[in-house]
Nanobody, 124 residues
Framework: VQLQASGGGLVQAGGSLRLSCAAS????????VGWFRQAPGKEREFVAA????????YYADSVKGRFTISRDNAKNTVYLQMNSLKPEDTAVYSC??????????????????WGQGTLVTVSS
């Protein structure tokens, strides 16, 4: 399965963006889909995930209440709605999938298939 992230861009603080992660084929309902980000000079960090069957969602504390992850199985696409953006949200955002075990949901190495990232820049 190939993944392609899109929707990044330049936005002012307080603004919103919706990122999309389009898969080349159906994403198994048993797979977890995650979003990670990497800011310049920093380590990649977990942002959000939609667990098996989309039954549960998981968020980093830094984005909880501002970001929402969702899955559209008919379109083989996962979205990340980002509201109330802050300059510290500036990063390259990437999506990933895999049969991730619960303890690895927030860990990048738990996912085996990654898409190219999309750059989000939030100006102050």
């Amino acid at each position: 399965v190939q993944l392609q992230a899109s929707g990044g861009g330049l936005v002012q603080a307080g603004g919103s963006l919706r990122l999309s992660c389009a898969a080349s084929e159906h994403i198994s309902s048993s797979y977890t889909v995650g979003w990670f980000r990497q800011a310049p000079g920093k380590e990649r960090e977990f942002v959000a995930a939609s667990g098996r069957n989309g039954a549960r969602t998981y968020y980093a504390d830094s984005v909880k209440g501002r970001f929402t992850i969702s899955r559209d199985n008919a379109k083989n696409t996962v979205y990340l709605q980002m509201n109330s953006l802050k300059p510290e949200d500036t990063a390259v955002y990437s999506c990933a999938i895999g049969p991730v075990i619960y303890s690895m949901i927030t860990v990048a190495t738990g996912y085996h298939n990654w898409g190219q990232g999309t750059l989000v820049t939030v100006s102050s």
